[in-house]
Nanobody
Framework: QVQLVESGGGSVQTGGSLRLSCVAS?????????????MGWWRQAPGKEREGVAS???????TYSDSVKGRFTVSRDNDEKTLYLQMNSLKPEDTAMYYC????????????????WGQGTQVTVSS
């Protein structure tokens, strides 16, 4: 099994910054290495579907949604089994619950391709 725990959410004003973290743990890492995983950040705003924000694969290749490109940066520390999301120039439309997700292998396009999910951390951006 894999446990993912997000932190770093909070309330900020427009233009502010936050850094989210996601720490992975669990018995699965006895057989699989964290560095071989694809990690993703997803978000869900009230009344909306969950959408992909950013992902980083085992080669540290990153992808971003158009809505956050140039403002958010995803990174990972394989030794600490930790995923990060640096969010700058935050906008009210970034308000959502943010989730991290993990799958071993290449990064899937759909959320259904991720096998493990955290419980989420709330980000609220006020105007």
């Amino acid at each position: 099994q894999v446990q993912l725990v997000e932190s770093g959410g909070g309330s900020v004003q427009t233009g502010g910054s936050l850094r989210l973290s996601c720490v992975a743990s669990g018995s699965a890492f006895r057989g699989y290495t964290y560095s071989a995983s694809c990690m993703g950040w997803w978000r869900q705003a009230p009344g909306k579907e969950r959408e992909g924000v950013a992902s980083i694969d085992s080669y540290s290749t990153t992808t971003y949604s158009d809505s956050v490109k140039g403002r958010f940066t995803v990174s990972r520390d394989n030794d600490e089994k930790t995923l990060y999301l640096q969010m700058n120039s935050l906008k009210p439309e970034d308000t959502a619950m943010y989730y991290c997700a993990l799958v071993w292998g290449s990064c899937p396009r759909e959320e259904g391709g991720f096998g493990y999910w955290g419980q989420g951390t709330q980000v609220t951006v006020s105007s």
